[in-house]
T-cell receptor, first 107, second 127 residues
Framework: EIVLTQSPDFQSVTPKEKVTITCRAS??????LHWYQQKPDQSPKLLIK???QSFSGVPSRFSGSGSGTDFTLTINSLEAEDAATYYC?????????FGQGTKVEIK | QVQLQESGPGLVKPSETLSLTCTVS??????????WSWIRQPPGKGLEWIGY???????NYNPSLKSRVTISVDTSKTQFSLKLSSVTAADTAVYYC????WGGGDFAGTINAFDIWGQGTMVTVSS
């Protein structure tokens, strides 16, 4: 099983600040790494697919990069509505797995 | 647009079988372009993939749950279902159904992300 480790677990950020979340895979997964945003009491929503492809309708301040084992989700100019938990997910090999999540709080 | 909706009992007794259904509206589970998955999230915790089914009935399950899980599909009703047997308190979670497809372009032949999710249904295991 591929283990995904996100860092940090928690981040408190002021509006307009830049946020960087990393996801490291226990073995190489090419670009089969995807990012989701989950707000309280809501289902996860897809932000970025295949490491760097923005999903339809996602604000341009969200971007992703990386390949192999190291990946990054960047939120440029954080907005209050971005307070959420962010998860990475790999679809390279079964069983599909998720990172443990990174909670982003607005100061 | 395609929407997913989970349904089923919110309370299940220990040792019994949890049964949930996901209804697909605005689309078809018979599409060969997608796999239909179940994912769960214990209160305050992260996401765990349970398994998927293809419209042909082909399935794949998370090894951690494989001995207790059955996923089935009813193409006539555009539904797919989850059964989890011998439940314990550790199975208390929000259960989501989700769609995952194939990649395109440079990623043809690879599995894509979960692009559509249901709203989730909370299942509590308690006597």
């Amino acid at each position: 099983e591929i283990v995904l480790t996100q860092s940090p677990d928690f981040q408190s950020v002021t509006p307009k600040e830049k946020v960087t979340i990393t996801c490291r895979a226990s073995q190489t997964i090419g670009s089969s790494l995807h990012w989701y945003q989950q707000k309280p009491d809501q289902s996860p929503k897809l932000l970025i697919k295949y490491a760097s492809q923005s999903f339809s309708g996602v604000p341009s301040r969200f971007s992703g990069s990386g390949s192999g084992t190291d990946f990054t989700l960047t939120i440029n100019s954080l907005e209050a509505e971005d307070a959420a938990t962010y998860y990475c997910h790999q679809s390279s090999s079964l069983p599909w797995t998720f990172g443990q999540g990174t909670k982003v709080e607005i100061k | 647009q395609v929407q997913l909706q989970e349904s089923g009992p919110g309370l299940v007794k220990p040792s019994e079988t949890l049964s949930l259904t996901c209804t697909v509206s605005g689309g078809s589970v018979s599409s060969g372009s997608y796999y239909w998955s179940w994912i769960r999230q214990p209160p305050g915790k992260g996401l765990e993939w349970i398994g998927y089914i293809y419209y042909t009935g082909s399935t794949n399950y998370n090894p951690s749950l494989k001995s207790r899980v059955t996923i089935s599909v009813d193409t006539s009703k555009t539904q797919f279902s989850l059964k989890l047997s011998s439940v314990t308190a550790a199975d208390t979670a929000v259960y989501y159904c989700a769609r995952v497809g194939w990649g395109g372009g440079d990623f043809a032949g690879t599995i894509n992300a979960f692009d559509i999710w249901g709203q989730g249904t909370m299942v509590t295991v308690s006597s």
